[in-house]
């Protein structure tokens, strides 16, 4: 991945605006490179806010629900390291309630099976 393109995630990760998530998500996690989706999605999770977490916990094809299995499990992996992960279990289980979707909510089921055993 281009050294730019990292550097310009990680300046967006740094901000603690609207703002910078929602670049993240219009841009990053909708790039059609594999790398780029992965590291914007890491890097929504380490945010660690509401609103970063539910972009890649409850949309289709993003974060957790990527079609790419390495998107989707470098996610689970970053998610798994947070050491405060109050807010990802409630937005799982908001997921799991509420969601239309029967895979997003099995995956967010799967998750949260992970989070226990952690």
């Given amino acids: 991945m281009n050294k730019n393109v990292l550097e310009i995630i990680d300046a967006l990760t740094a901000h603690k605006d609207s703002d910078s998530i929602r670049v993240l998500e219009e841009i990053g996690t909708n790039s059609p490179d594999n790398e780029v989706r992965e ?10 806010v509401h609103d970063s977490l539910k972009i890649v916990i409850i949309n289709q094809g993003k974060g957790i629900n990527d079609l790419s299995p390495s998107v989707a499990m ?29 895979s997003v909510k099995e995956n967010a089921r799967s998750v949260k099976s992970l989070l226990a055993l952690s």
Avoid: F, G, Q
């Avoid at 590291?39 to 660690?48: D, G, H, I």
């Avoid at 998610?79 to 279990?89: G, H, Q, R, T």
């Fill in 39 to 48: 590291y914007t999605s890491r890097a929504l999770v380490r945010k660690n």
């Fill in 74 to 102: 470098s996610t689970i992996n970053e998610i798994l390291a947070l050491k405060d992960k109050s807010e990802v279990v409630r937005i799982l289980d908001d997921t799991i309630n509420m969601h239309s979707d029967e």
